[in-house]
């Protein structure tokens, strides 16, 4: 099931760059959960949001529940934004737990210097 | 802060011998996931547990078992290990509810990930 779609799945960007990574699902959400994950295999949350914009230091997601896509923005990037950056639909239709989070597949970003 | 903690970073195991993985968080949360990462698959849900002693299969289940004899404390297991299952395992908790909104939770904490090689 390809539910949850993200692109690029490879982006390499110079330091200083603005950075945006898309995530589309294909199916009703109540929400959706933008992950990194450092080499290492760490993951932290990021966001969770399921309307409008958040933001926190230089990152920004936004989502447009209407046209089922959300992304992600790195402002001012630098080489420690290097990660895997995964976003993850809590489909509408489940009733809580473990079963309504769909994960795309990761963008991995690596930020030069 | 939520803390997920997980027994080993790195692991290797021989073919056909039982593996362990535990898990476990210190924020009282009632799900508890084990997922494996594998390149171009992303995260993958094997089995997870709503309460102690429950549990429910995920996606890929086979050849994996589990056991939540506490609540804080969420194990995989491997009966009997094959190179196929060589892989990132990455354990993760969430509240069921949010208690502060009354309204479900699906915000999930990572533990940081067990790198398992079965040579």
């Known amino acids: 099931k390809n539910e949850v779609e993200q692109s690029p799945q490879n982006l390499t960007a110079q330091e200083g760059e603005f950075i945006t990574i898309n995530c589309s699902y294909s199916?009703?959400?109540?929400?959706l959960h933008w992950l990194q994950q450092h080499p290492g295999g760490g993951i932290v949350s990021l966001f969770m949001?399921?309307?409008g914009k958040k933001k926190h230091g230089r990152l920004i997601a936004t989502i447009n529940i209407q046209e089922k896509h959300s992304s992600l923005h790195i402002t001012a990037s630098h080489p420690r934004d290097s990660a895997v950056y995964i976003c993850a639909a809590i489909l509408s239709h489940s009733g809580g737990g473990a079963d309504g989070l769909t994960f795309g597949k990761g963008t991995h970003l690596i930020i030069q210097p | 802060d939520v803390k997920v903690t997980q027994s080993s970073r790195y692991l290797v195991k021989r073919t056909g011998e039982k593996v362990f993985l535990e898990c476990v968080q210190d924020m009282d949360h009632e799900n508890m996931f084990w997922y494996r990462q594998d390149p171009g698959l992303g995260l993958r849900l094997i089995y997870f547990s709503y309460d102690v002693k429950m549990k429910e299969k995920g996606d890929i289940p086979e050849g994996y078992s589990v056991s939540r004899e506490k609540k804080e404390r969420f194990s995989l297991i491997l009966e009997s290990a094959s190179t196929n299952q060589t892989s990132m395992y990455l354990c993760a908790s969430s509240l069921l509810f949010d208690h502060l909104t009354s309204l479900i939770s699906y915000e999930q904490y990572f533990g940081p990930g067990t790198r398992l090689t079965v040579t």
């Open positions: 949001l399921s309307s």
């Open positions: 199916v009703g959400i109540s929400a």
